[in-house]
T-cell receptor, first 115, second 109 residues
Framework: GAVVSQHPSRVICKSGTSVKIECRSL??????MFWYRQFPKQSLMLMAT?????????EQGVEKDKFLINHASLTLSTLTVTSAHPEDSSFYIC???????????FGPGTRLTVT | GQNIDQPTEMTATEGAIVQINCTYQ??????LFWYQQHAGEAPTFLSY??LDGLEEKGRFSSFLSRSKGYSYLLLKELQMKDSASYLC??????????WGAGTKLIIKP
């Protein structure tokens, strides 16, 4: 149990376009979802925390107007990278946690390349 | 501030034992996690400690001392597939995970 999926797994887009990444909890209700970014050879960096039905809480230095997060249901959260630039190229990973869980369950990640 | 410290890289021999240390300073403590991450993949959960002491799970064990802000991950009978990065993370009182930079473990035959 506790499976999290992400779509797409890889995406290449042109500079200036927007990209949407979906994160789904397949077999449990995720009251909280987290979005991380990871640059090569670096640790995970938390971008934002989202609770179902409320606005996401962004970490310091993360532009909320650039990285739009929507947690519309207990099984789906989306991250939209707006007006993407090459420096946004990274590995984006979501994780989800149920109401009584201490563990965060990670999605497989999305490799974004902006050309 | 909040920070997690762990060694950047360690090397060990196949079949041996290795201990990866982690020290932390966070605003509150709700538990400590160890994750394994292979290159290009998402992290996978290894262990969770919330009380002091040793938690054993097969070849992997994790220890916690809350008074010292210290944990270690012990890997026994190392296999080549254990070559990966090992991430220490602490959940603070806001239920956020604070991540260490990870320890790259290199296993040599």
């Amino acid at each position: 149990g506790a499976v999290v999926s992400q779509h797409p797994s890889r995406v290449i887009c042109k500079s200036g376009t927007s990209v949407k990444i979906e994160c789904r909890s397949l077999d449990f209700q995720a009251t909280t979802m987290f979005w991380y970014r990871q640059f090569p050879k670096q640790s995970l960096m938390l971008m934002a925390t989202s609770n179902e039905g409320s606005k996401a809480t962004y970490e310091q230095g993360v532009e909320k107007d650039k990285f739009l997060i929507n947690h519309a249901s207990l099984t789906l959260s989306t991250l939209t990278v707006t007006s993407a630039h090459p420096e946004d190229s990274s590995f984006y990973i979501c994780s989800a946690r149920g109401h009584r869980d201490y563990e965060q369950y990670f999605g497989p990640g999305t490799r974004l390349t902006v050309t | 501030g909040q920070n997690i410290d762990q060694p950047t890289e360690m090397t060990a021999t196949e079949g041996a034992i290795v201990q990866i240390n982690c020290t932390y300073q966070t605003s509150g403590f709700n538990g400590l996690f160890w994750y394994q991450q292979h290159a290009g993949e998402a992290p996978t959960f290894l262990s969770y400690n919330v009380l002091d002491g040793l938690e054993e799970k097969g070849r992997f064990s994790s220890f916690l001392s809350r008074s010292k802000g210290y944990s270690y991950l012990l890997l026994k009978e190392l296999q080549m597939k254990d070559s990966a990065s090992y991430l220490c993370a602490v959940e603070n009182s806001n239920y956020q995970l604070i991540w260490g930079a990870g320890t790259k473990l290199i296993i040599k035959p």
